[in-house]
Each structure stands twice: as C-alpha cells, then as structure tokens.
C-alpha cells in the first residue's frame, strides 16, 4: 500500500466498542435511505422512508422530521443502544455547503439554506457530516469499490442530470466554491441545445436520461423502435433507464445506436477532463450505467481511447460502479468515521 | 493566512546560512536561463545561453554540457562559494518524469530518456528537482506572484501550444500520469481540425498561436489587415505576439476581431474546467497574454462567466501571470526549498 493510500485507509480506522456504531443517509428527491454499520462499515440495519409525505403540507420542516424517523427507525432495527451513536452522516443532492453543514437551494426538496447538520447536531446529540451524493458514492467506491486501489478519481454518473466527482489523493475535491466536479455542464458544444442549467451545449443537455429518451421517443413514434415502444411507449418519463436496455436485448438496434452515440459523446467530455486531471481511474455510474455498464464502459473506453492524450490514457481503467444503491451510505460512513478518529488523535 | 497556506509557506522556509544558495533553471527550446537565488529568493545572478549549439552535432550530451555550463556561470557570477550550493531545480517543457528525473521525449531538444536528476546530481553533488516548465511557471506564480493568496489554480499559457497546469492546496496536481494538466488538449470541437498531437478539435488546434497566426496571414493576403501586413507580411512564422499586438494598437479592427474570437474560445474552454475543478484563480500566461492581457483576461471573464456555473464561476478570479520570464525559475527554485526544507525537518 502506498504510504498515501495508507493514511487514506488510517484515516477511517475506528475502534467504537461493542454497542458504538453510525448511521449513513442517502437523502434523495422521491426515497431516502438510512443503515446503522459498525466500525468494520458492516451494515447492522437499515430503514427507507419515502422522502415526501403524502398529504400534508411539504415544508422543510416536515422533512427534516422524515429524515429524523429514518435515522431512529434505522437506530433501533440495529438493536444498538442510542449511546452508541458515534456519528451521521448525510449523503444530498446539492447545492450545498460541506463545510457549513448547509443544505442551498435543492431542486427537488424543501430546503433553502437549511442548517441540516446544526440541526441534527442538536438533535441527536452527536457528530454529523454533510457531503454532496455524488461525491459520497464516489468516495464509497474509493474506500470499498470500483476505485479501490486508484489515487485520482474521476466520477461520471449519467442520469438525469450528468453528476460528476473528482478524489485527489484519497480527499474529494471541493474546489474554491465548495460544487467542483460539474462534469454535466462541461461544454461539448458552445452552440448546443439549452441546458437546464439555462446555459448551452452542456454535455447533459445532450446526453442526460431525459435528451436520450426524447431521441428514442421519436424512434418509438416513427416505428423505428418497435420493443421500446411496446414496452415504454413515447412518453419521456416512462422511457427509463430498464426500458431501454430491455429494448436494447430485444433487438431495437436503433436504440442501442443512439444510446452508444450518447455514451460515446459523454466519453469525449471525459477525454477532455482526462486530458486536465489524469485520473487513474474514471467511475461510471447511475441508473442508465447500472442496466448497460458493458455498453457504457465499452464507448467511454473508445471515446477516451480517441481523444485522450496516450500518455494520460496509460494509467487509466474506465469501470463501473460496483456499490450500487449502498455508494452513498458506504461513502457518507466513511467520511464519518475520518472525521470521528481525527477527533480522538487530536483530542 | 489559512492552515493550508501556511503549511505550503512553512514548506519554503529555509535556513541555508551565509554562503547557501540554489540554482534554478528554465531550460527551453531556443534558450535557457539559470538563476542563482538566495533562501530569500532574491535572485543573485543569472546567466542566459542559447539550448542548442550554433556548430557541431546536437546531441543530447551536448546539451547537457551547456546546461551545466550556464549553471556554473550562474554560481560563478553570484560570487558564493561552490559548497554553498544547496540544490538546483530545472523547469523542463515535457513529457517528462518528475518523479523518476527523467526527460521522456522532448519535441524540440535531442534528449529521450535522459536522468538529468541523476546526471546532475553526481556532477554537482547537490539536491536536484526537476518540474515540467508550465507547472514551475504556475507554482512561481503561486508563491510569489498572481496567485499568491489562491489555493486552487488553474493556469492558461496560450504559445505555440495551449500549456496547462494545475494546484490543489499548495500543491502541484501531477494526476497518475504525472502529466496531468493537458489544458491545450481539452476537446473544444470532436470535429474540428488536426491537432499537433494527431487527433481533432483539440482547443490548441483552434487557438493556439500558430492557428490564429494562420487566421491573421489570411486576413493580411486579402488585404484586411492593413497594418499587420506591414509590420509582418503574411508569413505565419513572422506573425508573432507584438507584431499582433501593434497591428490591433494601430487600428486592424479585424486583427483583434480574430484574438479576441480565439481568446473567448480558449475561455469557453476553461469554462468546462471551472465547472470540474473550480479553482479561486485563473491565471493566463504566454507570449499572447503578454502583449495583449487585458484582451484576453477580457474575453476569458466573459467566456467564463457565459459558460460556467453561476456557484462555481464566484469565487473565481482571472489574471494575468504577472512574474514574465522568472515565473519558472521562481517556481523550480521553490520546489528546491521545499525538498531541502522536507530534507532537514526528517534528518
């Protein structure tokens, strides 16, 4: 191991006692997730909640409590005693502040400058670290997966935005602004189609899910995607990510073509983040990855392969994703326990 | 000054007594320059010589003597004593091996494979660092020039390339290849023109100064550039950075319609960058930006703020390298201070 892979690993050591023990929270737009682990990142127990309340007013407060439910309802399904609690930690969409422990101004949730971590803080009387989803399931896969042993790490996590983490030497890249890692609005064409971001030509704006479903729609309305249609029909949102691999292994090969045009075109933008950082492994993830991780690293590979510098290229694996649905909770554990075993160096 | 600052400034604090001294080298196609400095960085002497020899054979050997030879004329014009001699650092154009002290394979000089750490090391029987030029230049500028208060920087160096470098909290970012920072490479068009390095749509193929230059002798044969033609004829060689800068100062409206077109291409370029990395500073360099900085800081504010994202474009600031020809002496003699300063805290 080397020596900053070594303190890498030394930073998450933990020894908590027999009852100690952290909850992990992946708080996403429609569910979240909370699972209690031990200080060997085993999960004892986990709870998922719907992120939204059915009825009812929608206000950041009646999340927040949604979100204090799980973590309890995840406390006691771990059978540990609530003095165990050494730490949360909080996976969430972004924007963010990692270091204020403040939610911004979330797309599809209620908080707007929400104090999350004061508030657990208070609450339940222990440590607790706040960290973008995207870079929570990238450091997961660091710490337990697909980027193991690598040192500079490239995220990309197509989906319905195109998210993007970046590790250097074993720490996620924050950046001044505390956001880095915008792979998705990286500029594939200045003149491109209007982004959701408001601007032009981010490579989301092309290939996010949802550019890609409306191309296969329009397959799927000419006749030109006969399975897809079948099974998804042409509505947008109905046309997800299983859908399209399942249109795919029936035989729509028109939908396979676009599909590897838009991985392809993800992996050019990838070349270009290559070229600047020279990662030794690049992570793709998400939904879309999930159901054609071949299909997806195969085009990433080729693009990267085409239009990365060779000596940049060289040191590089493109994989997938290997944690699926636990990358958040096992990234958001481990920031958790850096922080806790910092402490008690310290202290 | 923040923790971090504070540690990458302790790394340069030096104690080299009365007689110490380093020596810094910028070695370049056409000329070299050596620096003898102080451990205050003041810079006692320095001599320039050209790289290759005028008559003879032009070997790798060759070279090598009159690098040695430019940095024993700096040591002899300092007037310290030749055991004075605390370590010498080289900022070399690449591909290079920082960590191994080798020269890979430079475009311009005769050397492939050569250990220049090693084969200085024995004849000078010193500390010897060796450092791509671009990420000296860029590390002189954070230690003592534009980005002096920054922590994440990226430095533009438009020239014959489109030169690149980056710092991630005080320190340079190598990325597994030890190459990393590749700006000139970063795909503006997948399909635009040939780049020097063989594949398409490079920025460096569009922007570079070869291809604005190209743009400009263009303009000049058709008459539109009235005053560039007189200075400097058609001929793409001759059309170099003053001659393109005279000719706007003189009234050639479409001379800087051109550079300024190129710059905020360059711009659009570091906006995908920013989006990734989010740096506090931008710093732009280079035989262009010297002539005509407030052009190109102009036009890459406005490319960036156009292309970026609102969060991440904020606590950014673009600058103009303001170091000249020192910055990679600067920044080599740094790197000298830093391992000697590493060197004596561990003995």
């Known amino acids: ?12 050591k933990l020894r908590l006692g027999r009852n100690g023990f952290m909850v992990a ?8 997730l909370a699972a209690a682990m031990n200080d060997r990142f085993e999960i004892l127990a986990s709870s998922r909640k719907r992120t939204l309340p059915k009825t009812g007013p929608v206000t950041g407060e009646v999340v927040f409590g949604r979100i204090c439910d799980v973590i309890e309802a995840a406390i006691h399904e771990s059978g540990r005693p609530r003095s165990g609690l050494a730490g949360i930690g909080i996976g969430s969409p972004g924007p963010l502040d990692p270091y204020g422990g403040v939610l911004i101004d979330l797309a599809n949730l209620p908080f707007k400058n929400f104090p999350i971590v004061e508030r657990l803080r208070k609450k339940f009387k ?3 670290i706040l960290e973008n989803d995207v870079n929570a399931g990238l450091y997961g896969e660091y710490c337990f997966g697909s980027a193991r042993d690598a040192h500079t790490v490239l995220g990309v996590f197509p989906g319905t ?10 720490r996620i890249h924050h950046g001044a602004s505390g956001a880095a890692g915008e792979f998705g609005h990286m500029i594939y064409d200045p ?12 490579i989301e704006a092309f290939s996010g899910r949802p ?9 799927a309305v000419r006749g030109d995607a006969p399975h897809l249609a079948a099974d998804a029909g042409s509505d947008v949102r109905s046309i997800r990510s299983g859908a399209i691999a399942r249109a795919i292994g029936a ?14 075109r993800i992996g050019i933008v990838a070349a270009s983040a290559v070229n600047l950082i020279s990662p030794d492994r690049l992570v793709l993830g998400g939904g879309l990855v999930e159901e054609m991780g071949k299909l997806f690293v195969d085009e990433v590979t080729r693009a990267v392969a085409q239009y990365g510098l060779p000596f940049l290229v060289k040191p590089l694996k493109v994989v997938k994703a290997d944690l699926g649905d636990d990358a958040v909770v096992m990234g958001a554990a481990s920031l958790v326990a850096e922080r806790i075993a910092g402490r008690a160096r310290k202290g």
Chains 1, 2 share one sequence.
Not at 161 to 168: D, H, L, R, V
Not at 191 to 202: F, H, N
Request: glycine share 20%.
């Open 25 to 32: 929270v992946d708080l996403g737009g429609t569910k979240m």
């Open 251 to 264: 035989g729509d090969k028109r939908v396979e073509a676009v599909v590897r045009e838009e991985a392809f």
């Open 191 to 202: 003149g491109g189609p209007l982004c959701g971001c408001g601007r032009r030509g981010c």
């Open 161 to 170: 935005g195109i998210g993007g983490a970046i590790i250097f030497d074993g």
């Open 1 to 12: 191991m080397s020596p900053r892979k070594k303190e890498a690993s030394d930073r998450r």
């Open 126 to 128: 222990t440590e607790v």
């Open 211 to 219: 550019a890609i479903a409306g191309r296969l729609a329009a397959l």
